[in-house]
């Protein structure tokens, strides 16, 4: 799948590591798909629990590398990520493929924001993790916007609530560090594309008002 930053979703870019894979199952319990079972497999000699991945029914939603803790299963969003931090955008905007823009209006969305913004389109906003978040806020980045899916209505079933849990932890770990908390924003509707614009524009007018220019 080509990647033009900005415009593209990560899709299938799930690489997988076994060598530092744990054994934990968390991908396992994570995949509603069922497409991940846990087998007992040589690796280096030695037999472990590793995870065997049913392409068949994998969907590439990217909760598998989500939950990872031993870097075993990553994801094309830190690729994407890295891509973006070369053009030291102020601003990063992560939209779900789901939300309701897709094609031209993604791209005169693009082309209307301020060059400071950059905008990432992911497959679910559930695959974005905290770690993640934090990196681009250490990297320098002002604020970060999330586009998810109304609650009840993600592609995933689970995703934006997920997000929801983990928005909550790194307004607290960004309150307890010192940070301002508004620094990072979700929203969980599906809006037309001047919506959308006015809502970024509106929350970068936001975070500039907190002294971070």
């Given at each position: ?23 934990c ?36 939603c ?28 102020q ?12 094609g ?20 679910c ?9 934090l ?51 979700a ?17 970068i ?9």
């Open positions: 799948m080509a990647i033009s930053p900005g415009i593209d979703a990560v899709g299938a870019l799930v690489n997988r590591f076994p060598e530092l894979c744990g054994g199952g968390l991908c396992e319990k994570a995949c509603h798909k069922e497409a991940i079972t846990m087998q007992i497999k040589a690796l280096k000699g030695m037999w472990r629990p590793l995870p065997e991945v049913d392409l068949d029914k994998c969907i590439n990217g909760y598998c590398a989500a939950v990872c803790q031993s870097g075993a299963i990553k994801q094309g969003v830190d690729t994407l990520i890295k891509m973006f931090l070369e053009g030291r955008p601003y990063v905007v992560f939209y779900c493929n789901w939300a309701g823009l897709l031209k209006e993604l791209e005169l969305l693009k082309n209307s924001l301020p060059q400071s913004c950059q905008l990432l389109r992911v497959m906003t559930g695959r974005i993790e905290p770690k993640q978040i990196e681009l806020l250490r990297q320098g980045i002002k604020g970060i916007l999330i586009f998810a899916c109304p609650l009840e209505r993600c592609e995933y079933q689970l995703g934006n609530f997920r997000l929801t849990h983990r928005i909550a932890l790194l307004k607290q770990i960004l309150k307890d560090a010192g940070f301002d908390s508004e620094r990072i924003e929203v969980f509707e599906r809006l037309g594309r001047e919506q959308v614009e006015a809502k970024i524009k509106a929350f007018e936001k975070v500039k008002l907190l002294g971070l220019q």
